[in-house]
């Protein structure tokens, strides 16, 4: 997905959030978890990195490559691997997310 679809897709889930009150929330966060943590792995990578600069302007690496994605694959886990792994990750979320909406 480029930018663009990204962006409507976003905005679309921010304006769901908006209209729907603050119950929605909870919800919301859990069906967009995954993504999250492919988007807050890089903010963290990148941070860590800054922190931990020496001298040398050389810092450490939390992640082996970021996004978490890339970070797998380094780990020797292939491709099918990973998307497997997100669609049950992202499946049990959305389970939450009904659970959630439904309870809270």
């Given amino acids: 997905m480029g930018d663009t679809g990204s962006l409507a897709l976003g905005g679309s889930i921010a304006s769901v959030a908006v ?3 603050p119950s929605t929330l909870l919800p919301l ?14 903010v963290v990578q990148v941070g860590y990195y800054k922190a931990t600069k020496d001298n040398s302007g050389k810092g450490k690496r939390l992640l082996r490559m970021a996004p978490l994605h890339h970070h797998f ?17 992202n499946a049990a979320f959305s389970l939450l997310a009904i659970i959630a909406a439904r309870y809270v």
């Fill in 19 to 21: 209209v729907a009150g």
């Fill in 29 to 42: 966060f859990l069906c967009t978890a995954v993504f999250a943590m492919e988007a807050l792995s890089v």
């Fill in 73 to 89: 694959e380094l780990g020797g886990w292939s491709e099918v691997k990973i998307v497997k792994v997100a669609y049950i990750l």
